[in-house]
């Protein structure tokens, strides 16, 4: 399995594994033994970073985590989030960064995980009514202390992370990138090249969409996170169509799938990137390691790039609510 550097010093397999949908999400909910065996299979195959958050459930999708990856422990490296309030039903019931708060959330994670120390803590968004540099200082405590080895930002501005930063050293940000959002090429990817952060891509595949599996004609689930995505319309998939072609036309050169070309992409951009694709599907999870088989020429990266440049995407990634949560 070939490794890649997060920040200062966090080696992890070049692909990771989001395990979100492990537990829901999408527009049906796998058994929990079988996902307990596939990041079970995922480690056999060399993966060694693993992605999970509070809010996934909520937690219950740690505690998968840690159930599964708890014969493996000293062979992985294991991410969750803090950020939000639970009331006493589970509900998520809004955003809440408060240092007391981080450090109370922090003991239920590492319980739930099953670890001494969290490997990698993100704030999963940024609270607008907490100082980032109190946040900052929450986690750095917690590294102090033993509970956190490295500190992590998700869907945070360029600022912000700089801002975090000079409190205590960001190891990775994690936000959405793939050929179909690519806002964090406009500040956030300079700022983490010169600061000497990784970054790690979340719904590297457009949440399905980059595979050529999704198109007009599929139907969601209410349950199902896209059916409240406007780019997910049918109206949009459709027109979003060509940017799989792109792709396609790329993959059957290159004997690959689409999926792969777009994951091939995005390890190509920078030698600090690591995307953590999600699947609940043994040959999903071996498609998208086969990504790192790939090599893309810079003929093959100008290609894409013309052919992307042509392509107006359609529709918002997230509805206005969510949006307004993101880049602060």
């Known amino acids: 399995m070939q490794k890649r550097t997060l920040g200062k010093g966090l080696e992890v397999s070049a692909l990771g594994a989001g395990c979100m949908s492990m537990t829901g999400g999408y527009s049906w909910s796998p058994d929990r033994r079988e996902m307990i065996a596939l990041v079970g299979k995922a480690v056999e195959r060399g993966v060694t970073f693993f992605d999970t958050a509070q809010v996934y ?20 490296v294991i991410a969750t989030k803090f950020a939000y309030e639970f009331g006493p039903n589970g509900e998520n019931v809004g955003l809440n960064s408060r240092p007391e708060h981080i450090k109370q959330m922090t003991e239920g994670s590492l319980k739930r995980l099953g670890v001494e120390a969290i490997d990698l803590y993100y704030q ?16 750095k405590d ?3 202390a033993g509970k956190v080895k490295h500190f992590g930002l998700s869907e945070a501005a360029a600022q912000t992370i700089r801002r975090a930063h000079a409190v205590q050293p960001v190891t990775a940000v994690q936000s959405e990138y793939s050929l179909w959002w690519r806002r964090p ?18 719904s590297p595949l457009g949440k399905g969409f980059l595979t050529g599996k999704v198109d007009e004609n599929a139907e969601f689930a209410s349950n199902d996170i896209r059916a409240t995505i406007p780019r997910f319309s049918p109206e949009a998939r459709k027109a979003n169509r060509a940017m799989v ?23 190509a951009q920078k030698p600090w990137i690591v995307p953590i694709p999600g699947t609940r599907r043994l040959e999903r999870l071996d498609e998208n390691l086969g990504a790192l088989g790939v090599v893309l020429t810079p003929d093959d990266l100008n290609e894409i790039e013309r052919g992307a440049e042509q392509i107006t995407v359609q529709g918002e990634r997230y509805p206005e609510h969510l949006e307004r949560q993101t880049y602060r």
């Open 57 to 76: 459930g909520p937690f219950v999708n740690e505690e998968l985590v840690g159930e599964a990856l708890a014969p493996y422990k000293d062979r992985v």
């Open 124 to 139: 999963h968004r940024v609270d607008p009514e907490v100082p980032i540099e109190e946040v900052a200082g929450a986690v």
């Open 142 to 144: 917690l590294i102090q």
């Open 185 to 202: 090429e406009e500040e956030v990817l300079p700022t983490l090249e010169e600061l000497g952060i990784g970054f790690v891509p979340f």
């Open 245 to 267: 072609d792109l792709l396609e036309t790329i993959a059957a050169r290159k004997q690959a799938t689409p999926a792969q070309i777009a994951l091939a992409w995005l390890l």
